[in-house]
Protein backbone atom coordinates (compact mmCIF):
# COMPACT_ATOMS: atom_id res chain seq x y z
CA UNK A 1 0.00 0.00 0.00
CA UNK A 2 1.38 3.95 -1.09
CA UNK A 3 0.52 6.62 0.90
CA UNK A 4 0.00 9.22 -2.46
CA UNK A 5 1.11 13.06 -2.64
CA UNK A 6 -1.99 14.39 -0.80
CA UNK A 7 -0.01 13.27 2.73
CA UNK A 8 -0.59 16.31 4.71
CA UNK A 9 1.78 15.87 7.77
CA UNK A 10 3.41 13.01 9.44
CA UNK A 11 3.21 12.57 13.32
CA UNK A 12 5.48 10.21 15.25
CA UNK A 13 4.93 9.65 18.51
CA UNK A 14 8.36 7.93 20.51
CA UNK A 15 9.25 6.59 23.59
CA UNK A 16 12.93 7.08 23.23
CA UNK A 17 14.18 5.11 26.53
CA UNK A 18 16.41 6.96 28.94
CA UNK A 19 18.06 9.64 26.43
CA UNK A 20 19.91 11.00 29.08
CA UNK A 21 23.02 13.08 28.66
CA UNK A 22 26.30 12.05 30.39
CA UNK A 23 26.87 15.14 32.43
CA UNK A 24 25.21 14.68 35.89
CA UNK A 25 22.31 16.82 36.92
CA UNK A 26 22.74 17.66 40.68
CA UNK A 27 18.68 18.08 40.84
CA UNK A 28 17.73 15.04 39.29
CA UNK A 29 18.64 10.75 40.49
CA UNK A 30 20.61 10.25 37.09
CA UNK A 31 23.93 8.38 38.26
CA UNK A 32 23.22 5.68 36.49
CA UNK A 33 23.55 7.45 33.29
CA UNK A 34 26.43 8.76 33.72
CA UNK A 35 30.24 7.86 33.28
CA UNK A 36 30.89 6.74 36.94
CA UNK A 37 27.52 5.29 36.75
CA UNK A 38 26.35 1.29 36.43
CA UNK A 39 25.49 1.56 32.66
CA UNK A 40 29.41 3.79 32.08
CA UNK A 41 27.56 6.05 30.24
CA UNK A 42 29.52 8.44 27.61
CA UNK A 43 29.02 10.69 25.50
CA UNK A 44 29.96 8.12 22.68
CA UNK A 45 27.31 5.85 23.97
CA UNK A 46 25.38 8.91 24.06
CA UNK A 47 26.34 10.41 20.41
CA UNK A 48 25.10 6.71 18.93
CA UNK A 49 21.81 7.23 20.88
CA UNK A 50 20.87 10.16 19.40
CA UNK A 51 22.31 8.60 15.98
CA UNK A 52 20.23 6.01 16.21
CA UNK A 53 17.02 7.36 17.15
CA UNK A 54 17.49 10.30 14.71
CA UNK A 55 17.93 7.21 11.89
CA UNK A 56 14.67 5.89 12.76
CA UNK A 57 12.71 8.69 12.43
CA UNK A 58 14.74 9.47 8.53
CA UNK A 59 13.50 6.44 7.77
CA UNK A 60 9.95 6.89 9.16
CA UNK A 61 9.68 10.44 7.11
CA UNK A 62 11.82 9.05 4.28
CA UNK A 63 12.97 11.78 1.43
CA UNK A 64 10.86 14.76 3.25
CA UNK A 65 11.17 13.81 6.26
CA UNK A 66 8.74 13.96 9.72
CA UNK A 67 6.72 16.66 10.12
CA UNK A 68 5.83 16.29 14.28
CA UNK A 69 7.68 14.25 16.68
CA UNK A 70 6.55 13.35 20.53
CA UNK A 71 8.90 12.13 22.22
CA UNK A 72 8.76 10.31 25.72
CA UNK A 73 11.97 9.70 27.97
CA UNK A 74 14.40 12.79 26.94
CA UNK A 75 16.31 13.67 30.33
CA UNK A 76 16.65 17.27 29.09
CA UNK A 77 16.76 20.14 26.15
CA UNK A 78 20.28 19.35 25.36
CA UNK A 79 19.38 16.12 24.32
CA UNK A 80 16.58 17.44 22.17
CA UNK A 81 18.40 19.81 20.47
CA UNK A 82 21.17 17.30 19.96
CA UNK A 83 18.29 15.11 18.11
CA UNK A 84 17.16 18.25 16.31
CA UNK A 85 21.34 19.11 14.78
CA UNK A 86 21.78 15.27 13.98
CA UNK A 87 18.28 14.66 12.51
CA UNK A 88 18.70 17.42 9.60
CA UNK A 89 20.33 20.91 11.51
CA UNK A 90 18.89 23.87 11.24
CA UNK A 91 15.24 22.27 9.82
CA UNK A 92 13.93 21.41 13.03
CA UNK A 93 13.10 23.11 16.76
CA UNK A 94 11.44 21.84 19.64
CA UNK A 95 9.40 22.61 22.80
CA UNK A 96 9.88 21.03 26.18
CA UNK A 97 9.55 21.93 29.93
CA UNK A 98 11.46 20.69 32.74
CA UNK A 99 9.45 17.98 34.91
CA UNK A 100 9.24 17.04 38.34
CA UNK A 101 10.09 13.35 37.74
CA UNK A 102 12.43 12.13 40.24
CA UNK A 103 14.77 10.78 37.13
CA UNK A 104 14.75 13.55 35.26
CA UNK A 105 12.75 12.57 32.13
CA UNK A 106 10.13 14.58 30.02
CA UNK A 107 8.50 14.86 26.99
CA UNK A 108 9.32 16.84 24.31
CA UNK A 109 7.94 17.80 21.15
CA UNK A 110 9.96 18.24 17.77
CA UNK A 111 8.84 19.93 14.79
CA UNK A 112 9.85 21.26 11.32
CA UNK A 113 10.13 24.66 11.23
CA UNK A 114 9.19 24.69 7.36
CA UNK A 115 6.10 23.78 7.94
CA UNK A 116 5.41 24.24 11.74
CA UNK A 117 4.84 27.47 13.58
CA UNK A 118 4.28 27.43 17.79
CA UNK A 119 1.43 29.63 18.77
CA UNK A 120 1.21 28.83 22.35
CA UNK A 121 2.44 26.31 23.91
CA UNK A 122 2.45 24.93 27.89
CA UNK A 123 3.45 22.26 30.50
CA UNK A 124 0.40 20.89 32.38
CA UNK A 125 1.08 19.26 35.92
CA UNK A 126 -0.08 16.72 37.43
CA UNK A 127 -0.54 16.44 40.94
CA UNK A 128 0.13 12.77 42.81
CA UNK A 129 0.77 13.63 46.52
CA UNK A 130 4.64 13.57 46.87
CA UNK A 131 4.69 11.36 43.84
CA UNK A 132 5.98 13.57 41.25
CA UNK A 133 5.38 12.94 37.88
CA UNK A 134 5.58 13.98 34.10
CA UNK A 135 4.35 16.95 33.17
CA UNK A 136 1.74 16.63 29.94
CA UNK A 137 3.10 18.99 27.32
CA UNK A 138 0.54 21.31 25.36
CA UNK A 139 1.49 22.84 21.78
CA UNK A 140 -0.84 24.73 19.27
CA UNK A 141 0.33 25.19 16.22
CA UNK A 142 -0.37 26.49 12.85
CA UNK A 143 0.32 23.42 10.10
CA UNK A 144 1.89 25.28 6.42
CA UNK A 145 0.11 28.46 8.26
CA UNK A 146 -3.21 27.90 7.74
CA UNK A 147 -4.25 24.75 9.27
CA UNK A 148 -4.31 25.40 13.41
CA UNK A 149 -3.93 21.61 15.47
CA UNK A 150 -3.67 21.27 19.08
CA UNK A 151 -1.28 18.78 20.28
CA UNK A 152 -0.78 17.11 23.69
CA UNK A 153 2.27 14.85 24.53
CA UNK A 154 1.96 12.26 27.77
CA UNK A 155 3.70 9.97 29.58
CA UNK A 156 1.50 8.75 32.02
CA UNK A 157 2.27 7.21 35.28
CA UNK A 158 4.02 3.52 35.08
CA UNK A 159 2.40 0.48 36.46
CA UNK A 160 5.70 0.17 39.40
CA UNK A 161 3.87 -1.50 42.33
CA UNK A 162 1.78 -3.60 40.09
CA UNK A 163 -0.89 -1.96 37.20
CA UNK A 164 -3.91 -2.29 39.42
CA UNK A 165 -2.29 -0.95 42.68
CA UNK A 166 -0.42 1.82 40.50
CA UNK A 167 -4.31 2.76 38.25
CA UNK A 168 -5.41 5.71 40.13
CA UNK A 169 -2.34 7.53 39.09
CA UNK A 170 -3.09 7.20 35.36
CA UNK A 171 -6.47 7.75 35.97
CA UNK A 172 -5.76 11.28 37.61
CA UNK A 173 -3.28 12.06 34.93
CA UNK A 174 -6.29 11.13 31.96
CA UNK A 175 -8.51 13.66 34.20
CA UNK A 176 -6.38 16.45 33.88
CA UNK A 177 -5.48 15.77 29.91
CA UNK A 178 -9.29 15.21 30.00
CA UNK A 179 -10.04 19.21 31.09
CA UNK A 180 -7.09 20.54 29.41
CA UNK A 181 -9.48 18.80 25.90
CA UNK A 182 -12.36 20.36 26.98
CA UNK A 183 -10.69 23.69 27.69
CA UNK A 184 -9.83 23.39 24.14
CA UNK A 185 -13.22 22.07 22.45
CA UNK A 186 -15.36 24.83 24.32
CA UNK A 187 -13.43 27.43 22.42
CA UNK A 188 -13.01 25.34 19.15
CA UNK A 189 -15.74 22.38 18.63
CA UNK A 190 -14.15 21.23 15.80
CA UNK A 191 -10.63 21.61 16.66
CA UNK A 192 -7.86 19.12 15.24
CA UNK A 193 -6.62 17.51 18.40
CA UNK A 194 -3.71 14.94 18.71
CA UNK A 195 -3.15 13.29 21.59
CA UNK A 196 -0.26 11.16 21.88
CA UNK A 197 2.37 8.94 24.26
CA UNK A 198 3.13 6.31 26.39
CA UNK A 199 -0.18 5.70 28.44
CA UNK A 200 1.38 2.75 30.38
CA UNK A 201 -1.77 0.76 29.85
CA UNK A 202 -3.72 -1.07 27.19
CA UNK A 203 -6.05 1.47 24.46
CA UNK A 204 -8.94 2.56 25.91
CA UNK A 205 -12.07 4.91 24.81
CA UNK A 206 -11.68 6.94 27.94
CA UNK A 207 -10.90 10.40 26.93
CA UNK A 208 -14.29 12.21 26.45
CA UNK A 209 -14.50 13.55 22.92
CA UNK A 210 -11.77 11.85 20.91
CA UNK A 211 -11.24 8.43 19.78
CA UNK A 212 -8.19 6.22 20.63
CA UNK A 213 -7.27 5.16 16.85
CA UNK A 214 -4.72 1.93 18.39
CA UNK A 215 -7.61 -0.61 19.04
CA UNK A 216 -6.69 -3.94 17.03
CA UNK A 217 -2.93 -2.52 16.40
CA UNK A 218 -0.17 -5.02 17.05
CA UNK A 219 1.78 -3.84 19.85
CA UNK A 220 4.73 -1.25 20.48
CA UNK A 221 6.24 -2.69 23.34
CA UNK A 222 6.99 -6.54 24.73
CA UNK A 223 7.40 -7.66 28.44
CA UNK A 224 7.72 -11.43 29.27
CA UNK A 225 6.96 -12.47 25.24
CA UNK A 226 3.59 -10.24 25.41
CA UNK A 227 3.12 -7.16 22.78
CA UNK A 228 1.08 -4.37 24.33
CA UNK A 229 0.00 -1.19 22.59
CA UNK A 230 0.69 0.99 25.27
CA UNK A 231 2.56 4.47 23.00
CA UNK A 232 -1.15 5.63 21.61
CA UNK A 233 -2.86 8.20 19.39
CA UNK A 234 -6.22 9.78 20.00
CA UNK A 235 -7.38 11.98 17.18
CA UNK A 236 -10.63 14.42 17.72
CA UNK A 237 -13.61 13.69 14.70
CA UNK A 238 -11.92 16.73 12.67
CA UNK A 239 -8.98 14.12 11.83
CA UNK A 240 -10.51 10.93 11.94
CA UNK A 241 -11.58 10.23 8.07
CA UNK A 242 -8.14 11.71 6.98
CA UNK A 243 -5.72 10.05 8.86
CA UNK A 244 -4.00 6.62 9.15
CA UNK A 245 -2.09 4.81 11.66
CA UNK A 246 1.02 2.54 11.42
CA UNK A 247 3.45 0.82 13.38
CA UNK A 248 7.06 1.12 12.31
CA UNK A 249 8.13 -2.04 12.91
CA UNK A 250 11.23 -2.52 10.52
CA UNK A 251 13.53 -5.71 11.57
CA UNK A 252 16.58 -3.59 11.93
CA UNK A 253 14.97 -1.92 15.13
CA UNK A 254 14.24 -5.35 16.45
CA UNK A 255 15.98 -8.39 17.62
CA UNK A 256 15.47 -12.06 18.12
CA UNK A 257 13.44 -12.77 21.36
CA UNK A 258 15.22 -16.24 22.60
CA UNK A 259 13.62 -16.69 25.42
CA UNK A 260 9.97 -16.03 24.11
CA UNK A 261 10.86 -16.62 20.29
CA UNK A 262 9.56 -14.03 17.27
CA UNK A 263 11.11 -10.38 17.37
CA UNK A 264 11.62 -7.87 20.10
CA UNK A 265 12.50 -4.08 20.01
CA UNK A 266 15.87 -3.94 20.05
CA UNK A 267 17.04 -1.65 23.24
CA UNK A 268 20.34 0.00 23.87
CA UNK A 269 21.35 -2.27 26.56
CA UNK A 270 20.36 -6.15 27.28
CA UNK A 271 20.31 -5.59 30.89
CA UNK A 272 23.43 -3.63 32.03
CA UNK A 273 24.94 -4.84 28.65
CA UNK A 274 25.74 -2.58 26.26
CA UNK A 275 24.35 -3.41 22.71
CA UNK A 276 24.07 0.04 20.81
CA UNK A 277 19.99 -0.08 20.43
CA UNK A 278 17.26 2.00 19.72
CA UNK A 279 14.45 1.59 22.79
CA UNK A 280 12.63 -0.81 24.36
CA UNK A 281 9.34 0.60 22.52
CA UNK A 282 8.62 0.66 18.67
CA UNK A 283 7.34 4.40 17.17
CA UNK A 284 4.03 5.18 16.25
CA UNK A 285 2.90 6.99 13.27
CA UNK A 286 -0.05 9.37 12.37
CA UNK A 287 -0.24 10.06 8.48
CA UNK A 288 -2.94 13.32 7.87
CA UNK A 289 -3.90 13.83 4.02
CA UNK A 290 -6.15 15.76 2.38
CA UNK A 291 -7.26 12.86 -0.10
CA UNK A 292 -9.98 10.89 1.86
CA UNK A 293 -9.43 8.04 -0.82
CA UNK A 294 -5.81 8.32 -0.25
CA UNK A 295 -5.55 5.91 2.92
CA UNK A 296 -7.73 4.21 5.44
CA UNK A 297 -9.01 4.96 8.59
CA UNK A 298 -6.61 2.42 9.95
CA UNK A 299 -3.49 1.31 8.71
CA UNK A 300 -0.57 -1.20 10.25
CA UNK A 301 2.68 -2.33 7.92
CA UNK A 302 1.95 -5.85 9.75
CA UNK A 303 -1.62 -6.37 8.60
CA UNK A 304 -0.32 -6.79 4.82
Excluded at 251 to 263: R, V
Aim: aromatic share 10%.
Amino acid sequence: MHLLAALLVVIVNYNVENLFHPAHDSLKDDIEWTADGARHWSYTRYYRKVENIARVLTNIGEWDGVDIVGLEEVENAQCVKRLCYTLRRDEYDFVHYESPDQRGIDVALLYKKARVDTIRTKNIPVFLGDEPTRDILYVCAAIDKRDTMHFFVCHLPSRRGGAAESQWKRDQAKQVLQSAIDSVMEIEPQAKIVVMGDMNDAPKEDLKGLRNRMKGVPGTHKYQGRWTCLDQFYTSPALESISAISVFDAEWIQEPDEKYLGLKPKRTFNGFRYQNGYSDHLPIVLRITTDTDAIPASYDSRSE
